[in-house]
């Protein structure tokens, strides 16, 4: 690879890695570490492929699709339903950013939901993606996109509950 091209791979992942890092927390419902792998493993994909992935009309949201698909071909694995039991959680910093209670408790819902279905609503909610480029992202058709997001919310206001309110207070 190219001085050049080297540079403006590396410009590229700096500006988009905190973006990538954030889609994948969301994706693996919060966990981190897990998040920071799938974000490592887009990186190191894009840069192997860096000089087709340049010429692309929108390499961040070609970048946000092999976060996705790197993030569901990890829940196909065998291994990755395991999780460590003896290390006790993080508790988050009082005062910090945000609202904790109901970013926690949206990040517990979405580890609720099916790998398949958490994907579709950052997709379309979180990243703002329309249907068809959601379906792209997903190897899938438009109309499974629509059907998947639909039953997705469903099970989220089952969990949450139809008003967030409650927890925004918490």
């Known amino acids: ?15 988009r890695a905190g973006h990538l890092y954030r889609s994948a ?12 792998d799938l974000v490592q493993e887009t990186l190191g994909r894009l840069y192997v ?9 929108n390499p961040a949201g ?5 976060l996705t698909r790197t ?5 196909r694995r ?3 339903t395991e999780r460590a039991t003896d290390v006790l959680p ?13 970013r926690l408790t949206l990040l517990q819902a979405l580890a609720g939901l099916p790998a398949k279905d958490r994907a579709v ?3 379309r909610y979180w990243e703002d993606r329309s249907v068809e480029e959601t379906a792209d992202a997903l190897n899938s058709s438009s109309a499974a996109v629509r059907t998947r997001c639909t039953r997705a919310l469903g099970r989220l206001r089952a969990l949450l509950g139809e008003d967030l309110g409650e927890y925004a207070t918490s």
């Open 62 to 66: 070609y970048a946000q699709t092999v």
């Open 49 to 57: 492929r860096w000089a087709r992935v340049s010429r692309a009309e």
């Open 71 to 75: 993030f569901l071909a990890h829940q």
């Open 78 to 80: 065998r291994s990755s």
């Open 25 to 36: 927390c969301l994706l693996t419902a919060g966990d981190t570490h897990l998040a920071e």
């Open 90 to 102: 993080e508790h988050a910093a009082e005062g910090g950013p945000g609202d904790v209670p109901l």
């Open 121 to 123: 609503v950052v997709l």
């Open 1 to 15: 690879m190219s001085q050049a091209r080297a540079d403006d791979y590396a410009q590229f992942a700096v500006a």
